[in-house]
C-alpha cells in the first residue's frame, strides 16, 4: 500500500507562485510514474503533469511553460511549481502514483487527500 501526503496549497493573486509538495511512504516499490491532476468544483478531473521514474515528463496544454513537475527522490517526494498562477488554476491539486503499463499507458492506483490551490484576481 502507498500514502501520498500533499501540502502547499493555498491563496495567491493572479501572477503569483506556488509550490506543492506530495510525500510518498509505504510500498513504493510499485510506483514507477507519480502525477498531479486537479479538479475544480463541477468540472472533470484533469491531468496537470506527470513524471515517471526514468524522468520523463508530461504536461497539460493550459500549465505548459508555467508549471514544472519535479522529484526528489532522497525524500521520495514529488513536487509542482507553479508560476504566473492564472484564477482558472483555481481547483483541488490531487497527487497520483501508479505505473507504466507495457502498453505505455499510465495507471494510477494511489491518490493523495487533495490541497485546495486558489488564485484570485
Known amino acids: 500500500q502507498v500514502q501520498l501526503v500533499e501540502s502547499g496549497g493555498g491563496s495567491v493573486q493572479a501572477g503569483g507562485s506556488l509550490r506543492l509538495s506530495c510525500a510518498a511512504s509505504?510500498?513504493?516499490?510499485?510506483?514507477?510514474?507519480m502525477a498531479w491532476y486537479r479538479q475544480a468544483p463541477e468540472k472533470q478531473r484533469e491531468l496537470v503533469a506527470s513524471i515517471t521514474s526514468g524522468g520523463s515528463t508530461r504536461y497539460a496544454d493550459s500549465v505548459k511553460g508555467r508549471f514544472t513537475i519535479s522529484r526528489d527522490n532522497a525524500k521520495n517526494t514529488v513536487y509542482l511549481q507553479m508560476n504566473s498562477l492564472k484564477p482558472e488554476d483555481t481547483a483541488v491539486y490531487y497527487c497520483?502514483?501508479?505505473?507504466?503499463?507495457?502498453?505505455?499507458?499510465?495507471?494510477?492506483?494511489?491518490w493523495g487527500q487533495g490541497t485546495q490551490v486558489t488564485v484570485s484576481s
Open positions: 497520483a502514483a501508479g505505473r507504466v503499463l507495457s502498453s505505455g499507458a499510465y495507471k494510477y492506483d494511489y
Open positions: 509505504g510500498s513504493i516499490f510499485s510506483i514507477n510514474v
